[in-house]
Nanobody, 127 residues
Framework: DVQLQASGGGLVQAGGSLRLSCAASGFSFDDYTISWFRQAPGKEREGVSC????????YYAGSVRGRFTISRDNARATVYLDMNRLGPEDTAVYYC????????????????????WGQGTQVTVSS
C-alpha cells in the first residue's frame, strides 16, 4: 500500500522552529516529486514547498521563502520541512504529497497535480 506518513507537528511559540517529516512507502520514491501543503481553518489548501524528483530543485511559496527549508533523503524515502521563525500565520494542518508534477514550475502548488497524500500533521503557533 502507498503511504505518506507526516509527523513532527506540534505547538510552538512565535519565533520558534519545527521539523516536519514525511516518510514514504509503497511506491518508487525516487520517481516522485514531493511537496508540502498546508490548510488553515476556513482556507484553501496551499502549496508551501516542493522538491523536484529529478535534481532536488526546490520551490517555495513567497510567504515561507527564507524561513522554511525542504530537503529529501532518497535512501530513507523521507522528505523534511525545516520551519524557522514561525508565526501565528503558519498555523495549519500540514500535508505532504507525492506526484509526477509537470510542468513543475506552474503546477507544483496545485493540489490536483498530486497522486498521493499523507494524513496531515497539525502545526499551531502561539503568539
Amino acid at each position: 500500500d502507498v503511504q505518506l506518513q507526516a509527523s513532527g507537528g506540534g505547538l510552538v511559540q512565535a519565533g520558534g522552529s519545527l521539523r516536519l517529516s514525511c516518510a514514504a512507502s509503497g511506491f518508487s520514491f525516487d520517481d516522485y516529486t514531493i511537496s508540502w501543503f498546508r490548510q488553515a481553518p476556513g482556507k484553501e489548501r496551499e502549496g508551501v514547498s516542493c522538491i523536484r524528483r529529478s535534481d532536488g530543485y526546490k520551490y517555495y511559496a513567497g510567504s515561507v521563502r527564507g524561513r522554511f527549508t525542504i530537503s529529501r533523503d532518497n535512501a530513507r524515502a523521507t522528505v523534511y520541512l525545516d520551519m524557522n521563525r514561525l508565526g501565528p500565520e503558519d498555523t495549519a494542518v500540514y500535508y505532504c504529497a507525492a506526484g509526477v508534477v509537470r510542468p513543475i514550475q506552474s503546477t507544483w502548488a496545485r493540489p490536483g497535480a498530486y497522486d498521493y497524500w499523507g494524513q496531515g500533521t497539525q502545526v499551531t503557533v502561539s503568539s
